[in-house]
């Protein structure tokens, strides 16, 4: 029995697994909205509500902690200048997956992994 698993290995060692999780959290960021397998979506969704939660409080000890893992710099100043603010008055539940089906090729469940809060910019391109 695996009882008390707290994450899903997602059949990778465990430098694998954190790259991959750093580049889904970097194109959440960065897009705001990403597709990807239900499994992976919901191991990225721990990582950036996370991260979300760090950077409402804009230091540089939180700068330094949310840089480990995000290794690009304008993704890094969007995320404390733009999408933290906006998720400001949220407790937590910063990011929403959908379900989309199954991929043709192996029959994963797909979903698409969003933050729930677009940033200003996108609200003002879609009017």
Do not use: W
Not at 92 to 98: A, D, E, M, V
């Amino acid at each position: 029995m695996n009882h008390r698993i707290g994450f899903n290995p997602l059949s990778r060692t465990s430098a694998e697994r954190s790259a991959l999780l750093q580049g889904l959290v970097t194109s959440l960021f960065r897009y705001e909205r990403i597709e990807t397998t239900k499994a992976k979506a919901l191991e990225a969704r721990k990582m950036a509500e996370k991260m979300i939660t760090r950077a409402k409080t804009d230091s540089v000890h939180n700068r330094r902690i949310v840089d480990k893992n995000l290794k690009d710099e304008a993704v890094l100043n969007k995320l404390f200048t733009e999408i933290a603010p906006a998720n400001a008055d949220r407790n937590g539940g910063y990011t929403r997956i959908l379900k989309i089906g199954y991929r043709n090729g192996d029959a994963a469940e797909m979903c698409i992994l969003e933050l729930v809060e677009k940033t200003s910019k996108e609200e003002k391109t879609d009017k």
